[in-house]
């Protein structure tokens, strides 16, 4: 038996006792060192998302070493991150780049046990070798930062100017909202602005990627304004503020998955040739790339970053949940 933080009804995580992974054929068990809480692991905290449903040890934000393998390509004691998609690597999607659109994809912490634990299996093509320098510390941002990367990257072929000449709105101040301000502000980009109604993630927000930081409930964004928006939140109200705000021809990307569904101001997209973007996830090339993008501090030092021990996960996931905390992320250590 190994210990593990277990997600057992909503608003309820207890750390306990749980089976140890086996080792599989082709695959490999990783001791983990960092594991971050995502937005989608909340989602499920508050009973919101049956694809995962209580007993499941939750968590795909990881670094750590690998300690067991049944695969030629990684020993005992390397330092890895991971894939936490599961992709099966024949369908068309896989066989042209595109795996995180795979036909038969699964997910770590989704429909396998996941990172908060202090082991976790998984099979060897989703494993992603970091330097023996890189602190697990920074390698555990790659998941998140990959999600940023891999969205902008498929915004810029549909800007009308380069991203540099925009202004630019994030609306949500969460670990994908400051890391695509801090990715913006990377790449030259000096009209960013960041809408965040909590007043603690909004300062955070603000002095971290000195973006211009606002209240969107007490000061709504100019109408027809911005050339690039991005909604890193998913809720209706802030769909809503991202169509209003756009300005005719600019690029919407829809990050957030907040609401499940709900409706959009499609005559005013037609009309003002709106370009609606989504985008899921990030393929292992982008992972890849983001692991020397964190290694050359292109989302600067992540000093915005808390860090609690595995076995306080409880107490994590009721501060997020009360929205008690500034930090834009939070990981567990063991």
Known sequence: MMKALVYTQPHEMQWRDYPEPTLEPGEVIIEIKASGICGSDMHAYHGHDPRRQPGLVMGHELSGEIHASASPRFKAGQKVTVDPLITCGCCSYCRTGRDNLCENRGMVGMSRPGAYAELMSIPASSVIPIPDDMPHTMAVLTEPAATVLHALNISLPKMARPVQECKVLVIGGGAIGLLMALLLRSRGVHHVDLAETNPLRRASAGEHSKARTFDPAAEPPAESFYDYVVDAVGRKVTREMAVHALKPGGVLMHMGLQDWSSQMDMRKITLAEHV????????????????????????????????????????AFRILDQQQTQAAKIVLLP
């Open 276 to 315: 609606v973007l989504g985008t899921y996830t990030y393929t292992y090339a982008d992972l890849q790339a983001t692991v020397e993008a964190l290694r050359n501090n292109v989302f600067g030092n992540l000093d915005w970053v808390e860090y609690r021990a595995l076995a306080d996960g409880p107490e």
